[in-house]
């Protein structure tokens, strides 16, 4: 029933920017905590960023503070990781989740970023 469809990614240079998103469907997306994770191969996939659904607090990974901004727009839920002064180490596929009260997790199929000269 959840479904959840990212978007934005591709290749960029060093102290580029990408804005990705992630369009929900199938569930009251207001009522979910919104996430962003990474993902490289042979690694456990990493929490970056994630927006409460009450008073949409956020928190970010240390390696990202300062750089990515995790934003939603509850009336067209949709999900937003607006990305600056990206780095080579930031390359991951990033995907979207979606935790609901029950503490149940909700996957995208995610989207490639890579940061390269």
């Known amino acids: 029933q959840v479904h959840l469809v990212e978007s934005g990614g591709g290749l960029v240079q060093p102290g580029g920017s990408l804005r990705l998103s992630c369009a929900a469907s199938?569930?009251?997306?207001?009522?979910?905590?919104m996430s962003w994770y990474r993902q490289v191969p042979g690694k456990e996939r990493e929490l970056v960023a994630i927006?409460?659904?009450?008073?949409?607090?956020?928190n970010y990974a240390d390696s990202v503070k300062g750089r990515f901004t995790i934003t939603r727009d509850n009336a067209k839920n949709t999900v937003y990781l607006q990305m600056n002064s990206l780095k080579p180490e930031d390359t991951a596929v990033y995907i979207c989740?979606?935790?609901?009260?029950?503490?149940?997790?909700?996957w995208g199929q995610g989207t490639q970023v890579t940061v390269s000269s």
């Open positions: 989740n979606a935790r609901d009260s029950y503490l149940r997790d909700f």
């Open positions: 199938g569930f009251t997306f207001s009522r979910y905590v």
């Open positions: 927006v409460t659904n009450g008073d949409d607090n956020t």
